[in-house]
């Protein structure tokens, strides 16, 4: 145990090679969605095998708050509304950005009076775009305190409908987030995007809707979007896929060691964009090959990669961790909205890559890596890494460490955001 006022602090293994198999975790993408779906949907719904994880069970404490009823039976969660909905509440949202996104819209269609709050992190998070579009669309949201940022106070049963404009540069949570709520509006909405980052992440709230009966309407290139009040219907079975976001890493974990890992449980026709992470270790030197018992991944000649993350951003951290130990200089862009995370993602990764002795540029949209440890040693002096408080951060500093002797990360436990099995699959694989 920890003592109080002291971080925990976890020594990373260096030395070992990563192989053999583990079943990735549920995705985390999805269980939000499915989540949200069911307080739009108010209907007794079961999800099977949603993911258990810090952010997921922010969204069930959100839920309990609005007076369902929640009960997990094995590998499923049973979800109840409520008999007598509250007209009032207040939800602390913690650092989950996208909880707090989808019920700023969601919270629009149920009636009552809601404040949303959450971290002192959070609060610096931007909402504007997001109230913008769907003050424009009738909604009531007031900013109890500074104008654009958290908390909110959100009147239910405003969302009236029309046209509305958005901006969804930041974040595709945004357009995910209206086209949902929009189902339960007044009459029907168009959104018009004006810019949209991680445009797969809509794809795969495009998929949750049609699990759900919903079609949304899109004009050829994508950026208008009908969606009409319809009636949410319970689908059959509702099963969350595994995670591409979390096999990542024991992917990139048998790159860096010399290793072999297969990864089990994702489907092979995902709409998740983290999926194309996979086709960027290809083009890195990796062997990538599926089989029947997963996606098999091990590394060929490593080298040095240009790509542009602005589709898949959570997989920057990843790529910057294997990039020291590639073949050249790594150049990572088109990430600008990384800044605006659970932490500067941009900022951590380089500040942390170079406290452990990595070379690394900072640019306004990315990272520039040189593949240092590609032919060398890398030092072997103790260094403890702050994570910033960032899941991701931590996870990917991790990888560094098999490779990089004396890495420990300070706080390990805030894999449990996404990823609360973290360490026990590293492990694993590590022997």
Known sequence: ???????????????????????????????????????????????????????????????????????????????????????????????????????????TVVPGTWRLDGSARLRQRPIAPLVDALRALGARIRYVEAEGRAPLEIAGGTLAGGETTLDAAESSQYASAVIMAATCAARRIRVRLRALVSSPYLEITLQALRDFGVEVERDAVGTVLDVEPAKLRPPARLVVEGDYSAATYPAVAALITGGRVTLAGLRADSPQGDRAFFRLLEAAGARVVGSAAGIEVWPGSLRAI????????????????????????????????????????????ASELGRAGASVRELANGLVIEGSWYDREPPSDPVVIDPHDDHRIAMSMALVGLRRPGVSIADPDVVGKSYPNFWRDLSTLMG
């Not at 862009?333 to 990764?349: F, N, P, V």
């Open 1 to 107: 145990m920890t003592a109080p006022g002291r971080r925990a602090v976890r020594p990373v293994p260096a030395g070992r090679i990563a192989r053999g198999a583990i079943v990735v975790p549920p995705s985390k993408s999805v269980s939000h969605r499915y989540h949200n779906l069911a307080l739009l949907l108010r209907q007794p719904l079961v999800v099977e095998r949603p993911l258990d994880a810090e952010d997921i069970r922010l969204f069930r404490a959100a839920l309990e708050t609005l007076g369902f009823h929640l009960e997990a039976r094995g590998d499923a969660l049973e979800i109840a509304p409520p008999e007598q909905p509250p007209r009032a509440a207040e939800i602390h949202c913690g650092n989950a950005g996208t909880l707090y996104r989808f019920l700023t819209a969601s919270l």
């Open 306 to 349: 240009r790509a542009d993350f602005r589709d898949m951003p959570d997989q920057v951290p990843t790529l910057a961790a294997l990039a020291p130990f590639l073949r050249g200089t790594t150049e990572i862009t088109g990430a600008a909205h990384l800044r605006i995370k659970e932490s500067d993602r941009l900022a951590a990764m």
